[in-house]
């Protein structure tokens, strides 16, 4: 038996990425905040650390998407907090229901 479709065309073989990642990325960095925007073309993510008792945050990470990429993302993020409720139980969002996401 052939892995052809019907009509016989043969699916595209899967495509392997390596990934790399350097030192000082791969220690990554604590962010207890976001705040997201976004214009016809594209999304930007910031991810910010706000230290405790303090009213400034600093952005340590700047994500700028495409629109389409932002739906991906967006899709594995709910993926992956789906797997890790299943496995560890649900998350309790505490206070608010918006949480330290900036609009």
């Not at 000082?24 to 705040?35: P, T």
């Not at 991906?72 to 309790?92: C, D, H, M, S, V």
């Amino acid at each position: 038996m052939s892995d052809e479709k019907p009509g016989g065309t043969a699916p595209p073989p899967a495509l392997k990425i390596h990934v790399q990642l350097d030192e000082n990325m791969a220690l990554g960095e604590y962010v207890n905040m976001a705040r997201i925007f976004h214009n016809q073309t594209e999304f930007v993510l910031d991810a910010m650390f706000l230290p405790p008792q303090t009213t400034t945050a600093k952005v340590v990470s700047r994500l700028i998407l495409s629109p389409v990429h932002a739906k991906f993302l967006f899709r594995a993020l709910g993926q992956n907090l789906q797997l890790y409720e299943q496995k560890f139980g649900e998350i309790q969002l505490g206070g608010g229901d918006s949480g330290p996401i900036l609009h």
